[in-house]
């Protein structure tokens, strides 16, 4: 359990330089919680992850097997696509402070393998909570995919090395994979269903190649696609009734005309030490030149925000853009104040009343 609404990042190094805009900033990038969509009912604490998508024994539909070799769907891929996204589902509500989430592999079979099967009876939701100490089920109902392979042919018009026009046809590959998932929480005390979602998640993907065999063979495998279809599915609904977490991508100036400090400010930074940052940032503000002053004031901005010090961040944007004239502290309101509501929030859905 966390108890902190922000958190640092440190596998980002990599992003990090693609943030920065000219040799003059550098990027900074860190975690803060992002509201669930949804109000649910505090009462539930322990969420209890049952996957419902399985198909009876011995009971196969007919145009479900029609639907596969039509899509070109393999077997058993719904239901891996399922599970990924149970798995994913359940690590991004674990990481989060509000459930405690238990995924005991529990897997329910139904003849309804495409949209959303009646409700679980409650004698079944009281067995499997009543088993966990549970207050509510989250059951993926349903999983299904489709997937959709075409070739399309252009012609482009080459020169040879003696300079003469030829005409080439060049070959791209298109697989689209389309995932519907549908969801419920059931609440166990007051035996009522608090939330029904249906998802539809797509994977998109392209390769030309001279021939057309080759363009078909560089697209990523049906199973794998579908796969990670079902973890976005699993993020997405995790993300609907539970606070989780989302990085945050900052830049930061690195330079400041010619004082000397902000080059030591900028080390600081760097090394993850921004506290010190901060101050000496503080002091160029208070201190330097315009030039400097104005990229010093932005960059306290960055660091209060952070920090998690949200109001005295948006102080310092309000004080960049009136006083030192920083225009890209403007932009900054506004997206301080969307974090600053999005924090009430999350604190609100994480309070115990």
């Given at each position: 359990m966390?108890?902190?609404?922000?958190?640092?990042?440190?596998?980002?190094?990599?992003?990090?330089?693609?943030?920065?805009?000219?040799?003059?900033k550098s990027g900074v990038s860190f975690q803060a919680l992002r509201p669930a969509d949804i109000d649910m009912n505090k009462q539930i604490k322990t969420l209890v992850v049952v996957n419902r998508t399985l198909p009876e024994k011995g009971w196969v539909s007919a145009g479900n097997v029609l639907e596969g070799l039509l899509s070109s769907e393999g077997i058993g891929q719904d239901r891996?696509?399922?599970?990924?996204?149970l798995a994913t589902l359940s690590r991004q509500i674990a990481d989060a402070p509000r459930f405690k989430v238990v995924n005991p592999g529990i897997e329910l079979r139904t003849k309804r393998l495409i949209g959303m099967p009646p409700?679980?009876?409650?004698?079944?939701?009281?067995?499997?909570?009543?088993?966990?100490?549970?207050?509510?089920?989250?059951?993926?109902?349903y999983f299904d995919s489709d997937v959709t392979k075409f070739t399309k042919v252009d012609t482009v018009i080459e020169k040879t090395k003696e300079g003469v026009q030829i005409k080439r046809p060049v070959y791209t590959a298109v697989q689209n994979v389309r995932v519907k998932s549908g969801w419920r929480v059931y609440d166990a005390a007051n035996k009522t269903i608090s939330d029904e979602f249906h998802g539809v998640d797509e994977f998109n993907s392209d390769k030309s190649s001279k021939s057309a065999h080759k363009a078909a063979w560089q697209l990523p495998s049906a199973r794998s696609t579908v796969e990670q279809a079902g973890s976005l599915a699993?993020?997405?609904?995790?993300?609907h009734i539970s606070p989780t977490w989302v990085n945050v991508n900052r830049t930061y100036y690195k330079k400041g005309g010619k004082d000397a400090r902000f080059k030591t400010a900028?080390?600081?930074?760097?090394?993850?030490?921004?506290?010190?940052?901060?101050?000496?940032?503080?002091?160029?503000?208070?201190?330097?030149?315009k030039k400097a002053a104005k990229r010093a004031a932005y960059n306290m901005i960055v660091a209060c925000e952070k920090e998690g010090k949200l109001d005295l961040a948006m102080e310092w944007a309000r004080k960049a853009s009136t006083e030192f004239n920083a225009k890209d502290a403007g932009g900054y309101i506004g997206r301080l104040q969307k974090r600053i509501n999005?924090?009430?929030r999350v604190k609100m859905q994480l309070s115990e009343e």
């Open positions: 966390k108890n902190t609404l922000t958190k640092n990042v440190l596998l980002l190094a990599i992003p990090l330089a693609m943030l920065a805009t000219g040799c003059s891996d696509g399922g599970r990924t996204s409700p679980l009876t409650w004698a079944i939701v009281d067995s499997i909570a009543g088993a966990h100490n549970a207050q509510g089920l989250l059951v993926l109902e699993g993020f997405n609904y995790a993300a900028a080390i600081s930074a760097r090394s993850g030490d921004w506290k010190t940052a901060a101050t000496q940032w503080k002091n160029i503000a208070d201190t330097g030149k999005d924090e009430n």
